[in-house]
């Protein structure tokens, strides 16, 4: 049986319609297929692969870590050199109220423990979301997903969880003296990139403050200098209670983290003990991959490169007619007319050696999250490329 009649006959499926590209190798921006076409990654896996795919540093650290060990325990218990030593950078880089690391395997499973981390600090449960935001298809995140479409076929979720509209001052009390946390994206990705207004995050931030509610940044996305900052709460100057991390972490190995402070990770270590644990989180080959992508990011200016890629990915589409770009950074999105128009594009681009994708909750824009490694000559004539496929459509 091929490849391809094994992927579609035994590898479950999420939707009737997969890319279905049938990959070889991948390489800096660019992933081949074995039919040896080339494509250009202008949505870096989704927003993992920021150094590009399979950056030399992150191969080494990963081959060098094979070497010594692979699992040898699970989280919490033997101290792992590659575990301590990334914990040790990157709460570097924070501040001293984000000094301790949980780490987990994804995404949505960061979300998990931190639903659970603040459930059990304030002994509350009551959980704010946004309408719009995504954190993740396991139950819990699902719980605190803002769009019904996704959640309704899996009720009962969580109980108690509330939506408030994203950048909206209205409703804000619905955060109060029963909330356990408040849990959003500093920049809504899958909801279409919309950045929050700085004085409404502000005012979030006040309000979890005056009831005394936890608040959870969702950063598994905008992490990483992929909105221009390391993270994306630096740039708003809003510090969280708890952050969550995974995509770009591991510079392409499964990883991911929730963040907080020593005094409210306390509550983690008794009560039982060992009431959170986790088989594989913190895998010595993903931290290993995952300090070396931070040593790299810190090494050099990437978040330069991502205020420099939103500069010329403004100056061409805006060149071409494109008026409505949203996003910060790395991570933006082209706003286009309707549904049919957004299709055809993606598939068309797609055709031209270039892979753009959706957001979940939106069916008119284009998500553009190329790699902070991308050459100017290859943005922009990847750019060019999309602006004349727009204009073919329009
Ligand atoms: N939160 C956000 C903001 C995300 O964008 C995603 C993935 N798109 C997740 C959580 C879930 O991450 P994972 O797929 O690794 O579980």
């Given at each position: 049986?091929?490849?391809k ?8 499926q999420t ?5 279905g590209?049938e990959?070889?190798?991948a390489?800096g ?5 074995t039919d040896?076409?080339?494509y ?5 896996g989704?927003a993992?692969s ?7 540093k992150?191969?080494e ?5 094979v070497?010594?060990?692979?699992h ?15 914990a040790?950078?990157l709460?570097s ?12 395997n ?21 959980f ?5 935001g995504?954190?993740?298809?396991t139950h ?10 996704y959640?309704?076929p899996?009720l ?29 994206e ?21 309000r979890?403050?005056e009831v ?8 598994i ?9 390391l ?7 809003v510090?969280?209670d708890?952050?969550?991390?995974a ?20 509550v983690?270590k008794?009560?039982p003990?060992l009431?959170?644990v ?6 010595p ?22 205020k420099?890629i939103e500069?010329i ?5 805006t060149?071409?007619g494109?008026d409505e ?15 049919d ?9 797609f ?8 957001t979940?909750?939106?069916n008119?824009l ?6 902070l ?12 490329t ?9």
């Amino acid at each position: 049986m091929s490849n391809k009649d094994s992927f579609y006959e035994h590898v479950a499926q999420t939707s009737d319609a997969p890319m279905g590209l049938e990959i070889d190798y991948a390489e800096g921006p660019y992933i081949v297929t074995t039919d040896g076409k080339e494509y250009v990654d202008f949505i870096s896996g989704i927003a993992v692969s920021s150094l590009g795919h399979r950056h030399p540093k992150v191969v080494e650290a990963v081959k060098r870590q094979v070497d010594r060990h692979l699992h040898v325990m699970v989280y919490g218990e033997f101290i792992q050199e590659p575990q301590s030593a990334y914990a040790e950078l990157l709460t570097s880089q924070l501040p001293d109220s984000l000094d301790r690391v949980y780490f987990v395997n994804s995404g949505t499973e960061a979300n998990e423990g931190a639903l659970k981390l603040a459930k059990k600090y304030t002994g509350r449960h009551k959980f704010v979301g946004f309408n719009h935001g995504y954190h993740g298809d396991t139950h819990g995140s699902l719980s605190v997903t803002g769009r019904d479409v996704y959640r309704d076929p899996y009720l009962p979720l969580l109980p108690d969880v509330h939506f408030l509209d994203f950048n909206h001052f209205d409703g804000l009390e619905t955060i109060d003296e029963e909330t356990a946390a408040v849990i959003m994206e500093p920049i809504q990705g899958e909801g279409g990139i919309i950045p929050a207004q700085k004085d409404w995050l502000q005012a979030v931030r006040d309000r979890c403050d005056e009831v005394g509610a936890l608040l959870i940044f969702d950063e598994i996305q905008t992490g990483f200098y992929r909105t221009g900052s390391l993270f994306a709460f630096q740039g708003f100057e809003v510090v969280p209670d708890i952050m969550s991390l995974a995509k770009a972490m591991g510079g392409g190995m499964p990883m991911g983290a929730f963040v907080s402070s020593s005094e409210i990770f306390e509550v983690f270590k008794h009560d039982p003990p060992l009431n959170h644990v986790t088989t594989f989180g913190g895998h010595p080959v993903s931290c290993a991959a995952a300090y070396a992508t931070l040593s790299e990011l810190l090494s050099d200016d990437y978040g330069a490169k991502a205020k420099q890629i939103e500069q010329i990915v403004r100056e061409e589409l805006t060149a071409a007619g494109i008026d409505e770009i949203r996003g910060v950074g790395a991570m933006l999105g082209m706003e286009l007319q309707d549904r049919d128009l957004t299709q055809k594009v993606v598939e068309s681009c797609f055709e031209e050696g270039i892979i753009l994708g959706w957001t979940l909750h939106s069916n008119t824009l284009v998500r553009l999250a190329p790699p902070l490694i991308i050459e100017e000559d290859l943005l922009r004539s990847t750019l060019q490329t999309i602006n004349k496929t727009v204009k073919k459509y329009c």
